[in-house]
């Protein structure tokens, strides 16, 4: 039986089908300011999540370069952000799977649309891979057998900053297995 691996955007993505898209969220418009895009919480009693991949895609190329980083912030999660409903965290190998483990809500597994999100003080960070480029779009996938871990009680995040002083809109997910 495979494994349980399941995907979540940055934004309400309840019932999408086809090509259907959902809107794009803005980064901060402050040079080099990073900002929590989508986090993810894992169960607080299951073991850990792995970290299957992530990607974005942006709808048009940005002026300057944009820093990406998927972190592991310890028990450090950002808040105020827009919690996640179990319709938005999609079964990707299994449709009619159990559902996932994650904990919902707007500091747990989340996502920023707008107003000014609480990133909190990170003082134990696992820097899990970074891009620092102005490309349209980006997927990694992390070879089988030698995916992060992220244990029970941590937060996983996917984070993006501008290099200049303008907003940048773009679509971001994680993936991961359970």
């Given at each position: 039986?495979?494994?349980k691996?399941?995907r979540a955007?940055n934004?309400a993505?309840g019932?999408?089908s086809?090509?259907?898209?959902?809107?794009?969220?803005?980064t901060?418009n402050?040079?080099g300011?990073?900002r929590?895009?989508?986090?993810?919480a894992?169960?607080?009693t299951?073991?850990s999540?792995?970290?299957?991949g992530?990607?974005?895609?942006?709808?048009t190329?940005p002026a300057?370069?944009i820093?990406?980083?998927?972190?592991?912030t310890?028990t450090?999660f950002?808040?105020?952000?827009?919690?996640?409903?179990s319709?938005?965290?999609?079964r990707?190998?299994?449709?009619?799977a159990?559902p996932s483990?994650?904990?919902?809500?707007t500091?747990?597994?989340a996502?920023?649309?707008?107003?000014?999100?609480?990133?909190?003080?990170?003082s134990t960070?696992?820097l899990?891979?970074t891009r620092?480029?102005?490309g349209?779009?980006?997927y990694w996938?992390?070879e089988?057998?030698?995916?992060?871990?992220?244990?029970?009680g941590n937060c996983?995040?996917?984070?993006?900053a501008?290099?200049?002083s303008?907003?940048v809109s773009?679509?971001?997910?994680?993936?991961?297995?359970?």
């Amino acid at each position: 039986m495979p494994a349980k691996v399941f995907r979540a955007y940055n934004g309400a993505a309840g019932a999408l089908s086809g090509s259907a898209m959902f809107g794009t969220q803005a980064t901060a418009n402050t040079l080099g300011t990073p900002r929590t895009m989508l986090q993810i919480a894992p169960a607080s009693t299951a073991p850990s999540l792995r970290v299957v991949g992530w990607g974005y895609a942006l709808p048009t190329a940005p002026a300057a370069n944009i820093q990406f980083e998927l972190l592991d912030t310890g028990t450090v999660f950002a808040s105020s952000l827009t919690a996640h409903v179990s319709a938005g965290i999609h079964r990707m190998n299994g449709p009619v799977a159990e559902p996932s483990t994650v904990q919902l809500g707007t500091a747990l597994t989340a996502y920023y649309s707008t107003g000014t999100p609480t990133e909190g003080t990170l003082s134990t960070t696992r820097l899990l891979d970074t891009r620092y480029e102005n490309g349209l779009s980006f997927y990694w996938r992390f070879e089988l057998g030698r995916e992060p871990e992220i244990p029970a009680g941590n937060c996983l995040r996917l984070r993006a900053a501008p290099s200049s002083s303008s907003q940048v809109s773009l679509v971001c997910w994680i993936d991961w297995e359970e």
